[in-house]
Structures are given as C-alpha cells and as structure tokens.
C-alpha cells in the first residue's frame, strides 16, 4: 500500500512538472522591437499583467504613462519599473475608469502634455461588484465603457502617430458571455445580482465586450494607420480576484498556486499584440498564446451586436 501511494505520488509530482513545461507554459513574445521616441498608455499598470507589461515597454526604451486610479499604487510601481529598467520616461496620470469625467480629464491631460501615442493598452480590469459614478455596473463600467471612451478620445492622437496600435486584454472567458441590450438599456449593466457566480457572467460578458469592440474598432480604423488587437493573457497569478469572497479565494487559491503562471509570462501576448511586426491584417482579431485564435465563437464575430454595442457605448458616453 506504502509502495503504491509513493508511486501514485511520483507520478502526480511528474505529470504536474510535465503540464508546467507544456501545456501551462506561455510562449513569449519574439519581438526584439526598441520604442526610443514612442509613446504607450498603459491602464491599471500599477500590478499585476500590466505592471509587468510596462516594464517591458520600458526596457525597451517607450515612454511610459501608468494610467492608474492610485496615486500611491502607481508611483510604487514607477520607481520598481525605473530601477530594473533604468529608464526614468516612466509617468503616473491619473485615471478612474468608473468615471467618465475622470477618463474625460485623462485624455485632456495627456492630449495637451504628450505629442504622440504609438501604443494604447486597454489592460485594467476587475471582476466587482457595484456602480460607476455614473450608475453603470462595475464590471460593465470600468472594463468596457471606460475604455471605451478612453480610446475615441485618443483616436486622432494615435492616427496622427501612426502605424499605432490599440491592444485591448480581454479575456477566454468571453466564451461564457452575452450581450443583453435589454437589460444594458434598462438597467446599464450587463447582469444582475451580484453573488460570486453573477459577478463571474457579467465580467465575462464583458470579456465578450471588449473583443466585440475590437472587432468594430478595427472595421473603422480601415484606412488609417491604427489597428487593434484583443487578447487572452492566461492563466496568471494576479490581485484580479482580491475582492472575491473569502471562501471562493481559499477554494481558488489551491488552483491558481498550481496551475496559474506568474504575471511576467501574462504579458506576452499583449506584447505581441503591440510589438509584433507584420500582424497589421490581423487588425481586430482575438489573440491567445502570441497567435490570432482561429476557431473563435460567432457570437465574438456578430457584426450587428458588435455594431450595437459601438452605438450603444457611444450614447451612453455622450459621444453621439
Ligand atoms: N489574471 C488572469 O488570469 C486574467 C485572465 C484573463 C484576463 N485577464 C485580464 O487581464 C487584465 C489585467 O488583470 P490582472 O489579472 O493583471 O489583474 P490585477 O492584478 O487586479 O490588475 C488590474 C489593474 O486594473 C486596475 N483597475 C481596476 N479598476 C480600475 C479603475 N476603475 N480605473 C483604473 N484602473 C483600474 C487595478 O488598479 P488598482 O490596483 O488600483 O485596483 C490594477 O492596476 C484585466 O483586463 C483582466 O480582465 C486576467
């Protein structure tokens, strides 16, 4: 029996190194790309995928705007991304994505303090419960209609710097979403409810929002210089889940401990999205492992709802 549980445990030891050398480990972006003279946004860059994503930006010499809702949070990561990097072009702006006249006030900040903009990565997300200033769900607000309104305010900027690109990280789980106009008109939000299962189907649609986006983005930017990317980062060991209920994180963290990789490998395709030459006919394609996903849901490629969405986010910002 001893003889039998130590080989079951070998084993288990052996088939988990095995998964961590295949299938669990991220490629990694291949670009050798310096961005001396170029510009990136970088939102909600203060942790976890897109700290490590402006590090990289860094290295290579971008000047780096952390777009970020914490002052305190941001200047942290500024001095850690200076000192491994050495490259002092790294600035906190701030940005409350759960307020629109706080995305208003960036994009005039940036608009009259920066000439250009080569990179805008759409990154910051959460998966919370609650309403923007502006009354719209959390998870709807922030990880879709801030972002938004963030990239139409920045658009002539990035047309102007051109070839520039819009990278926006969404997410697999966007396999798990709709788009309900009715209740997005009715009650601007994308569910209701908010216990942890709710919680889960509104960040995945608005996962899905965020790829649809793209999809119409990339249709109306035909002719200019922009293109635009969404993406899968992974499985990675982030803060994403610190507001989740205590007993969902003990139950998660097992999981995440184990099969999740860290947040350094979770930049890579963004990076790829961003950097990687040659992709531009790609322009508005889902992204997994440094790779366009081929077989993506149609729901992801509904040029009606995708059309809708555009309309809808557009009046809900006061665009149209
Ligand atoms: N981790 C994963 O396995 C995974 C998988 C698929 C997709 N993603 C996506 O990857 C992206 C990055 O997430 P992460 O995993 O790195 O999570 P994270 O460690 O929680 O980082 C999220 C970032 O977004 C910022 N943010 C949240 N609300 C904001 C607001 N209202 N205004 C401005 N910034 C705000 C956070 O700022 P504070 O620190 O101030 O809260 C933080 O900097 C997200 O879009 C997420 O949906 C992650």
Not at 43 to 68: E, F, P, Q, S, Y
Not at 125 to 135: A, I, P, R
Not at 192 to 200: A, E
């Amino acid at each position: 029996m001893m003889q039998e549980l130590l080989l079951f445990g070998a084993l288990s030891v052996g088939v988990y190194f095995l998964l961590l050398m295949t299938v669990l480990k991220l490629p990694r972006c291949k670009s050798t790309a310096k961005l001396h003279r170029k510009t990136a946004i970088v939102t909600g860059a203060n942790t976890g995928i897109g700290k490590t994503t402006a590090m990289d930006l860094a290295r290579r010499g971008a000047r780096v705007i952390l777009a970020c809702r914490d002052r305190g949070r941001a200047e942290a990561a500024i001095q850690e991304i200076i000192q491994e990097t050495g490259n002092n072009q790294v600035i906190f702006m701030q940005l409350d994505l759960a307020s629109l006249k706080s995305v208003r006030s960036f994009a005039d900040n940036f608009l009259r303090s920066e000439s250009r903009l080569d990179l805008l990565i759409n990154n910051a997300g959460l998966m919370n419960s609650g309403k923007t200033e502006d009354g719209f769900g959390m998870i709807f607000g922030v990880n879709h209609l801030g972002h938004f309104l963030l990239t139409a305010l920045l658009l002539d900027r990035l047309k102007a710097s051109g070839p520039s690109r819009v990278v926006t990280v969404a997410s697999k789980a966007y396999a798990f979403g709709k788009v309900d106009f009715n209740c997005l008109t009715t009650h601007r939000d994308l569910v209701l409810g908010s216990n942890t299962f709710q919680l889960f189907l509104n960040y995945s649609h608005s996962k899905l929002c965020n790829i649809l986006f793209t999809y119409e983005l990339a249709k109306r930017l035909q002719g200019s210089d922009v293109t635009c990317y969404s993406l899968h980062p992974g499985a990675i060991k982030t803060e994403i889940g610190r507001y989740s209920g205590f007993w969902w994180r003990l139950f998660l963290s097992p999981i995440i401990f184990l099969f999740f990789v860290d947040a350094e490998s979770g930049a890579q395709t963004t990076l790829h999205c961003a950097l990687e030459p040659g992709i531009e006919h790609l322009s508005g394609h889902f992204f997994t492992q440094c790779s366009p996903l081929i077989n993506i849901e149609s729901k992801a490629r509904d040029d009606a709802a995708a059309k809708k969405l555009w309309e809808l986010s557009e009046s809900f910002c006061g665009l149209s």
